[in-house]
């Protein structure tokens, strides 16, 4: 069992920047591969960026690669997105996510889910 809560969401102008954090719980964090998804008002949730339980590999949607950057620190249970050159389009609401799926740019490849933090990006 894995929870996860999210901080660090706020407004923003475009161009600012933002750093969210996951803290999460658990015995097995390690092992999970951890995820970022963000819905928009009105808005199917979206695959925004990926780690592996080693934090070797990093993955991206089109959307936020070269802005985003996702790290983790298995010591602390944390995950982090650092999110730079914030555009009007990135307004969402930002969820964290823990998987052993196999399939991290999907829902379906995740098994806990954070509540959510609000991220607004003024124009």
């Known amino acids: 069992q894995v929870q996860l809560v999210e901080s660090g969401g706020g407004l923003v102008q475009a161009g600012g920047s933002l750093r969210l954090s996951c803290a999460a719980s658990g015995r097995t964090f390690s092992s999970y591969a951890m995820g970022w998804f963000r819905q928009a008002p009105g808005k199917e949730r979206e695959y925004a960026a990926a780690?592996?339980?080693?934090?070797?590999?990093?993955y991206y949607s089109d959307s936020v690669k070269g802005r985003f950057t996702i790290s983790r620190d298995n010591a602390k249970k944390m995950v982090y997105l650092q999110m730079n050159s914030l555009k009007p389009e990135d307004t969402a609401v930002y969820f964290c996510?823990?998987?052993?799926?196999?399939?991290?740019?999907?829902?379906?490849?995740?098994?806990?889910w954070g509540q959510g933090t609000q991220v607004t990006v003024s124009s």
């Open positions: 780690i592996g339980w080693s934090a070797g590999s990093t």
């Open positions: 996510t823990a998987g052993r799926k196999g399939d991290l740019a999907t829902m379906s490849g995740y098994d806990y």
